[in-house]
């Protein structure tokens, strides 16, 4: 399995921005995918995570009503639509997957087996 992120960028603050991810695997469908960022000097912190059907989602309180996360199955893809985007928000953002998961751990590093590169989303304030 192997994902490819991408869609970061500077945007002003206020602004939006898409993020993708593509996921490669046969069974995409069945990968719990996620969202992390990790600003200069902390931690990778969970941001979103969404089941293999779209129907659950979670998010961070930070992100809450300013971010959605979807999926295209057919186009084994995962997208992060991130809207009135704050200074805050600039991080390396990666996505990663993992086959199955009790939704409690969704937002811990150590749940996800597969990761992607990271794209890099810068917020100017």
């Known amino acids: 399995v192997q994902l490819q992120a991408s869609g970061g960028g500077l945007v002003q603050a206020g602004g939006s921005l898409r993020l993708s991810c593509v996921v490669t695997?046969?069974?995409?469908?069945?990968?719990?995918i996620g969202w992390f960022r990790q600003a200069p000097g902390k931690e990778r912190e969970f941001v979103s995570a969404?089941?293999?059907?779209?129907?659950?989602?979670k998010y961070v309180d930070s992100v809450k009503e300013r971010f959605t996360i979807s999926r295209d199955n057919a186009k084994n893809s995962v997208y992060l639509q991130m809207n009135s985007l704050k200074a805050d928000d600039t991080a390396v953002y990666y996505c990663?997957?993992?086959?199955?998961?009790?939704?409690?751990?969704?937002?811990?590093?150590?749940?996800?087996?597969?990761w992607g590169q990271g794209t890099l989303v810068t917020v100017s304030s």
């Open positions: 695997g046969r069974t995409f469908v069945t990968y719990i």
């Open positions: 990663a997957a993992t086959p199955y998961s009790s939704s409690s751990s969704w937002y811990l590093t150590s749940t996800y087996d597969y």
């Open positions: 969404i089941s293999g059907s779209g129907a659950r989602a």
